[in-house]
């Protein structure tokens, strides 16, 4: 299993590297700045059964 996602900042177009905490579950969500431009984000993460691991932001 992944134990890294990515995503990409709609704000700067970064793309930006998060660690994954396998122990929280399948769909994981919390709020956080990106690091390049400070911008506030939702974060989703899902975690499929074969470990497939997808992250997405939305501004928030």
Do not use: F, K, N
Request: with cysteine; hydrophobic share 30%.
């Amino acid at each position: 299993m992944q134990d890294e996602a990515e995503y990409i900042c709609d704000s700067c177009g970064e793309s930006i590297v998060i660690p994954v905490d396998l122990t929280q579950g399948a769909r994981q969500q919390y709020g956080e700045d990106c690091p390049v431009c400070c911008r506030p984000h939702l974060i989703t993460i899902e975690i499929d059964p074969d470990g497939t691991v997808r992250a997405w932001a939305v501004p928030d």
